[in-house]
């Protein structure tokens, strides 16, 4: 009977140190999100939104044409070639994953590139690309940079390429309960010794 409370409580343990995924941070870029009535239109910015996430972009080089739609509301963030945007969720403790929606302008090519700091931007890891194609102009499509970083995380879009896309609905998820303790795992080891010394 001991035993099997020991389990459950072990198991119980170990779920809960997996299963919570927290939002830290999220915007559409609107401004109801604190963003300026405006920055649809490729504006430089560096703004505090609502949830004191911050967001920062640069401005870029464009080419192509873009019909300045949004996915979500009436604005979204406008990047040309080279330009970054930025989203500091310092204080979460870490990053798990950003989803994001993007479309392309007219003729871009290339590769929009998600990376993480943890140095305050000094240098950036964990690359992702997602390649620049598909549908002009409302092709909107959905993306997950999955980065499970730990400590005060920078996470920056890069546009790398020829011509630029617009971003909408950024989402970043932290998990926020640390992971399976040293103690919970040693517990684990003493119980495989018990069950073996059973048999
Ligand atoms: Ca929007």
């Known amino acids: 009977?001991?035993?099997?409370?020991?389990l459950a409580a072990l198991a119980a343990t170990t779920l809960a140190s997996n299963a919570v995924i927290t939002v830290v941070a999220t915007t559409s870029f609107e401004t109801s999100d604190n963003f300026a009535s405006g920055n649809?239109?490729?504006?430089?910015?560096?703004?505090?939104?609502?949830?004191?996430?911050?967001w920062t972009s640069t401005v870029g080089t464009f080419g192509g044409t873009w019909a300045g739609q949004a996915l979500t509301g009436a604005q979204s963030s406008v990047h040309g070639n080279t330009s970054t945007l930025t989203v500091n969720a310092a204080g979460s403790d870490g990053v798990t994953t950003v989803d994001f929606s993007w479309e392309r302008f007219t003729a871009s090519?290339?590769?929009?590139?998600?990376?993480?700091?943890?140095?305050?931007?000094?240098?950036?890891?964990?690359t992702?690309?997602?390649a620049i194609a598909g549908a002009a102009g409302g092709g909107w499509a959905a993306e997950t940079a999955t980065f499970n970083q730990t400590g005060d995380v920078i996470?920056?879009?890069t546009i790398a390429g020829t011509?630029?896309?617009s971003f909408d609905d950024?989402?970043?998820?932290?998990d926020v309960v640390p992971e399976p303790s040293s103690t919970a795992?040693?517990?684990l080891g003493g119980l495989a010794l018990i069950l073996r010394r059973r048999k």
């Open 1 to 6: 009977m001991k035993l099997k409370y020991t």
């Open 40 to 54: 649809n239109q490729s504006t430089a910015y560096n703004i505090t939104a609502t949830d004191s996430s911050v």
């Open 109 to 126: 090519t290339g590769n929009i590139v998600v990376e993480s700091s943890t140095d305050g931007g000094a240098t950036f890891a964990n």
């Open 128 to 130: 992702q690309n997602f």
């Open 155 to 157: 996470v920056r879009f």
């Open 163 to 165: 011509g630029g896309v």
């Open 170 to 174: 950024i989402t970043v998820s932290a």
């Open 185 to 187: 795992l040693l517990g």
